[in-house]
């Protein structure tokens, strides 16, 4: 089973700041990694799939990139609305896994 | 637009059973893969169980085989969880999620989630 981590736990930026989050899986899950966000109280949105494909409708602000073991969810400038918690999930092995999440929160 | 809409949480005791729905609109329902996903008050996302457009394959997280069990009903385009023999650790909110392959095999993500249904098993 493969087991992601995420860092770091928690992200302090200003608006308009960039964010770096990084995903690190236990074993090589090829390019088959997705990053959601979730804000409280609602649910999981998919912002990138496949590791660096946006969703329909994600901001161009959003990136991925990476492959193999290592993976990074950049967001270029932070929207106050880019607040909020964000998983890495890969689909490369059964079961479908989630990371613990990184939470980026206002400094 | 594609909604998807949880219902059938509550409070339950343990060993108790609960159902669970989703209603599924704005796309036909046949078409995809479906998916319940968990998460724990204040905890990440836990991937439950799996079912595909026919309802001929079916999968489970270790954590609930044998206790859970998923269903649909394309002509009523709703999902469900049966979920029996429930446990503190059950404890969440659940959440249904349409499965969207984007081309190979394995490019299967969550694209749309419902906004989840609170499961809470305490005596």
């Known amino acids: 089973e493969i087991v992601l981590t995420q860092s770091p736990a928690t992200l302090s930026l200003s608006p308009g700041e960039r964010a770096t989050l990084s995903c690190r899986a236990s074993q090589s899950v090829s390019s088959y990694l997705a990053w959601y966000q979730q804000k409280p109280g609602q649910a999981p949105r998919l912002l990138i799939y496949?590791?660096?494909n946006r969703a329909t409708g994600i901001p161009a602000r959003f990136s991925g990139s990476g492959s193999g073991t290592d993976f990074t969810l950049t967001i270029s400038s932070l929207e106050p609305e880019d607040f909020a918690v964000y998983y890495c999930q890969q689909r490369s092995n059964w079961p479908p896994a989630f990371g613990p999440g990184t939470k980026v929160d206002i400094k | 637009q594609v909604q998807l809409v949880e219902s059938g949480g509550g409070l339950v005791k343990p060993g108790g059973s609960l159902r669970l729905s989703c209603a599924a609109s704005?796309?036909?329902?046949?078409?995809?893969?479906m998916s319940w996903i968990r998460q724990a008050p204040g905890k990440g996302l836990e991937w439950v169980s799996y079912?595909?457009?026919?309802?001929?394959?079916?999968y489970y997280a270790d954590s609930v085989k044998g206790r859970f069990t998923i269903s649909r009903d394309n002509a009523k385009n709703s999902l469900y969880l049966q979920m029996n023999s429930l446990r503190a650790e059950d404890t969440a909110v659940y959440y249904c999620?349409?499965?969207?392959?984007?081309?190979?095999?394995?490019?299967?993500?969550?694209?749309?989630w419902g906004q989840g249904t609170l499961v809470t098993v305490s005596s």
């Open positions: 999620a349409r499965n969207r392959f984007f081309g190979a095999p394995r490019s299967d993500y969550f694209d749309y």
């Open positions: 704005g796309f036909t329902f046949s078409d995809y893969y």
């Open positions: 496949d590791a660096s």
């Open positions: 079912i595909s457009s026919s309802g001929s394959t079916i």
